[in-house]
Nanobody
Framework: QVQLVESGGGLAQPGGSLRLSCAAS????????MTWARQAPGKGLEWVSK????????YYADSVKGRFTISRDNAKNTVYLQMNRLKREDTALYYC???WGVGARGQGTQVTVSS
């Protein structure tokens, strides 16, 4: 079955960086777009970034544009999210999801931005 395992979260200071990874298994990774989404405490789930199956097309929410970079390695069945210039409002549980939406997703990795 579809399995998505996120890692790389943690505590970062404002202005700092983190790199999230999502290891995928149970499906043909290279034919699916992938999405990163997040859920902050008390808020709904929002998509953060998307990448096409071949990695050529990427999309970002306005809130992270210019700070986050999504990428993927189809040989390793892994999608990444490089997060730079982190802000307190980036604090959330981050998920990766298969496809353009946020349906099948992993358990998430917690990102906390605090001084």
């Amino acid at each position: 079955q579809v399995q998505l395992v996120e890692s790389g979260g943690g505590l970062a200071q404002p202005g700092g960086s983190l790199r999230l990874s999502c290891a995928a298994s149970g499906f043909t990774f290279g034919i699916y777009a992938m999405t990163w989404a997040r859920q902050a405490p008390g808020k709904g789930l929002e998509w953060v970034s998307k990448i096409s199956s071949d990695g050529r097309d990427t999309y970002y929410a306005d809130s992270v544009k210019g700070r986050f970079t999504i990428s993927r390695d189809n040989a390793k069945n892994t999608v990444y999210l490089q997060m730079n210039r982190l802000k307190r409002e980036d604090t959330a549980l981050y998920y990766c999801a298969r496809g353009w939406g946020v349906g099948a997703r992993g358990q998430g990795t917690q990102v906390t931005v605090s001084s």
